[in-house]
C-alpha cells in the first residue's frame, strides 16, 4: 500500500549535522501524513517529527526543538529531517512512517497511530 525507504544515516561528530530522507510509494504521497521515529539500543520507539499532509502542520518532541526540521517535497515524494547540533544521546536508527487520517498532535505523535513503516537507518553522532 505505501512503502517508505530511509537513507542518510551515518556517523557524525558531536555538533554536526545530517539530513535523512524517506522517499515513499504507492499511495499518493499527498494524502499521507508523515513521521520520524527513533530506537535507541534496548530503547523504545520514540516520536522525534511529523508533517501534516499539506506540509501546514509540523510537530516535534522536546528534545529536538530548534535542532531538527521537517519537510517534503510532496513532487518528489520525499520527506526529509534535517538534523543540526547532533547530540550522542540522539543516536538510534530513524524510522520513517506513513498514517492517514486526521490530524491532530495526539495522533500525529503516536507511535500506534502510524500503519505503514520504513527498515531505519542508523545515525551515530560520537562525543
Known amino acids: 500500500q505505501v512503502q517508505l525507504v530511509e537513507s542518510g544515516g551515518g556517523l557524525v561528530q558531536a555538533g554536526g549535522s545530517l539530513r535523512l530522507s524517506c522517499a515513499a510509494s504507492?499511495?499518493?504521497?499527498?494524502?499521507?501524513?508523515m513521521g520520524w521515529f527513533r530506537q535507541a539500543p534496548g530503547k523504545e520507539r520514540d516520536f522525534v517529527a511529523a508533517?501534516?499532509?499539506?506540509?501546514?502542520?509540523?510537530y516535534y518532541t522536546d528534545s529536538v526543538k530548534g535542532r531538527f526540521t521537517i519537510s517534503r517535497d510532496n513532487a518528489k515524494n520525499t520527506v526529509y529531517l534535517q538534523m543540526n547540533s547532533l547530540k550522542p544521546e540522539d543516536t538510534a536508527v530513524y524510522y520513517c512512517?506513513?498514517?492517514?487520517?486526521?490530524?491532530?498532535?495526539?495522533?500525529?505523535?503516536?507511535?500506534?497511530?502510524?500503519?505503514?513503516w520504513g527498515q531505519g537507518t542508523q545515525v551515530t553522532v560520537s562525543s
Open positions: 504507492g499511495r499518493t504521497f499527498s494524502n499521507i501524513n
Open positions: 512512517a506513513a498514517r492517514s487520517g486526521l490530524v491532530t498532535k495526539a495522533f500525529m505523535t503516536a507511535l500506534g497511530e502510524y500503519a505503514y
Open positions: 508533517i501534516s499532509r499539506s506540509g501546514a502542520n509540523t
